[in-house]
């Protein structure tokens, strides 16, 4: 009969063993963990993220906009200025001995003189200007020297001999009595001889 009764006590012990066993299980799985719980709970930590650095995208400013095309746009250069006869361009050297021009003359006079008709002239080349300067000199070289004149030559003049800046027709004769009126001017011609050897055509170049 004792023994019965130990048996019994001894049962009831493990059973109230194993169940206090499981209630300390559930109770773990129930109890909030030791770094303070869910961020939701009273008195809990937010978690907090860092500010995302600048990517090669973005840039460090905060927009991503780019220049427009009127601020990329660079400025057109200025119109060059242009350039009057015998006036190097800015930055050129101009050399004095560049050869006499070949089609090119000074005019002074004329004479009948030999039975023909000369005109008398002095050869030369353009003299160096400045890139301000209106235009440069003619500068002759050598004597005078006569070149004949076709009689039926075709002529175009200018200013000073008509008002006029562009080139227009003149007769031989009428060219003559102005050179007559207006000897030594050194009025600058090219010219262009004929099969004869003498001109037969002559336009004057315009010089402010």
């Known amino acids: 009969m004792a023994h019965r009764r130990t048996l019994a006590a001894a049962l009831a012990l493990v059973g109230a063993l194993a169940l206090t066993a499981c209630n300390n299980g559930e109770d773990s799985a129930q109890a909030p963990s030791a770094g303070g719980g869910s961020g939701a709970g009273k008195g809990g930590s937010t978690a907090t993220t860092a500010p995302a650095e600048p990517t090669a995208a973005t840039p460090a400013g905060g927009t991503t906009e780019k220049p427009t095309a009127a601020a990329s746009k660079k400025p057109a250069p200025p119109a060059a200025k242009p350039v009057k006869p015998g006036v190097p361009k800015p930055g050129s050297t101009c050399d004095h001995k560049m050869p006499i021009s070949p089609d090119e003359i000074a005019v002074y006079r004329y004479t009948p003189e030999g039975g023909f008709l000369s005109l008398i002239v002095r050869h030369g080349n353009w003299g160096c200007g400045t890139p301000d300067s209106d235009g440069a000199p003619f500068e002759t070289v050598g004597k005078e020297t006569f070149i004949p004149l076709n009689q039926a030559a075709n002529i175009t003049v200018t200013d ?33 001889l004929g099969k004869d050897g003498a001109i037969d055509t002559l336009d ?3 010089t402010p």
Do not use: C, K, M
């Open 204 to 206: 004057q170049v315009f």
């Open 160 to 192: 000073p001999i008509v008002a006029s800046t562009e080139n227009q027709p003149i007769g031989v004769q009428e060219f003559l009595d102005w050179l007559e009126a207006h000897p030594d001017s050194g009025l600058v011609f090219t010219y262009r």
